[in-house]
């Protein structure tokens, strides 16, 4: 069950070419790291699958989510909207809306899932708080539900930024950089929670990382981008061999 499909690919910033003839597949069951220095490309792949930006106007280019086409020869498609709510996305800097509480940043996953006035307006079924402190167990930080997110640790932030994804119902999970600002042991903590919601729930995860060694523990396979360029995609383990 094939949920990510990416057929060449090419994005230049003006003279920059930021992304070279890039080819990806993804199965639902996979917990795939790009890998790959600053610079790289994986955040720009990563932003791709959202439909955050899209690739060169004059290249046959491809990218498909969850059976759902995202963008074509450089052009949104209108099925963007769906695979995108669907899909959860993690940042470095979590994204949280810091004066409001943990549960609150976890009901905002709702929104993404079905969207409607009521929950816009902040006023959530009894059923959604139940489903948002579920999540919240699941990450291990249900006794936080009312405290304010901006108190919490960054690992623990984290932790209610993957809640949120959890609360969206999301099928896979694109998480750029998620440890890079966090402590090695909130990295474990987080890189752990991923493993185990790829496992459990089949959610599938792609996650760019900078460092190798989180890689090689953590995901099963490794894509490495080296200036815009996939140079190894295969089985993490084997990853020192093709260096
Ligand atoms: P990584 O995530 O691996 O650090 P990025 O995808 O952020 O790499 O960047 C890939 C290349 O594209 C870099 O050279 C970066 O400077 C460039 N780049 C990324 N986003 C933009 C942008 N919005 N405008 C211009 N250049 C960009
Ligand atoms: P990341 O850590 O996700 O790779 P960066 O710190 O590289 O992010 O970039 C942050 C923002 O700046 C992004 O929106 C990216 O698209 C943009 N950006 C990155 N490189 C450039 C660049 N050379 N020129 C303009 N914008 C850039």
């Not at 890689?215 to 020192?240: I, T």
């Amino acid at each position: 069950n094939q949920v990510i499909t990416v057929k060449q690919l090419n994005k230049h910033f003006e003279n920059n070419h930021a992304l070279k003839s890039v080819d990806l597949s993804v199965q639902q069951s996979e917990m795939v790291a790009l890998l790959g220095p600053s610079g790289s490309g994986k955040s720009t792949l990563l932003r791709h699958l959202n439909g955050l930006v899209s690739s060169d106007k004059n290249s046959k280019g491809y990218i498909e989510v969850l059976g759902m086409p995202v963008q074509r020869d450089g052009k949104f498609c209108n099925t963007v909207r769906k695979s995108r709510s669907q899909t959860g996305y993690i940042f470095q800097q979590f994204n949280l809306v810091s004066r409001l509480s943990v549960l609150q940043n976890v009901l905002i996953g709702a929104l993404s899932a079905t969207p409607s006035w009521r929950s816009l307006t902040g006023r959530f079924t009894f059923e959604q708080k139940r489903q948002a402190l579920a999540a919240l167990k699941r990450v291990g930080l249900e006794q936080f539900a009312l405290q304010r997110v901006s108190t919490l640790s960054g690992g623990q932030q984290q932790r209610v930024a993957i809640a949120r994804a959890l609360m969206q119902r999301a099928k896979i999970i694109l998480a750029d950089e998620p440890i890079a600002s966090l402590d090695p042991e909130s990295s474990r903590i987080v890189m752990e929670i991923l493993t185990d919601i790829n496992k459990q729930e089949g959610i599938a995860v792609v996650v760019t990382l900078h460092q190798v060694d989180y890689a090689k523990r953590y995901c099963p396979r490794v894509v490495a981008l080296k200036l815009g360029e996939v140079f190894y995609d295969g089985p993490s383990e084997q990853l020192n061999e093709a260096k």
